[in-house]
């Protein structure tokens, strides 16, 4: 979750998030985003990276993710075909 106090954004975990049933949630900056941790290489702007989210229902999901910048102003969202 991302927070905006005294003019300064902060980003706050949540335990989860709620993607309805053959539905979509976008991820980008300024409202919700996922944080990567733990990396064990660092990722390069322009490549994409394969990451699995785990779904109450559907369990888990490979999804493929665009690396950007995050100083880059293309805040553009990754589409993919998995269905939940």
């Given amino acids: 979750m991302v927070m905006q106090m005294n003019g300064a954004v902060h980003t706050m ?4 998030l709620d993607v309805p049933a053959h539905g979509t949630v976008t991820l980008s ?14 990722l390069v702007s ?8 785990l779904f109450e229902h559907a369990g888990p ?3 493929t993710f665009p ?3 995050a100083r880059s102003d293309d805040h553009t969202r990754s589409d993919h075909d998995g269905q939940h």
Wanted: net charge positive; hydrophobic share 45%; charged share 20%.
């Fill in 46 to 53: 322009g490549e994409s990276v394969l990451i699995t989210l």
């Fill in 29 to 42: 900056p300024g409202t919700n985003l996922l944080k990567l941790t733990a990396l064990t290489r660092r």
């Fill in 67 to 69: 690396v950007k910048d």
């Fill in 13 to 16: 975990p949540i335990a989860s």
């Fill in 61 to 63: 999901v490979d999804v």
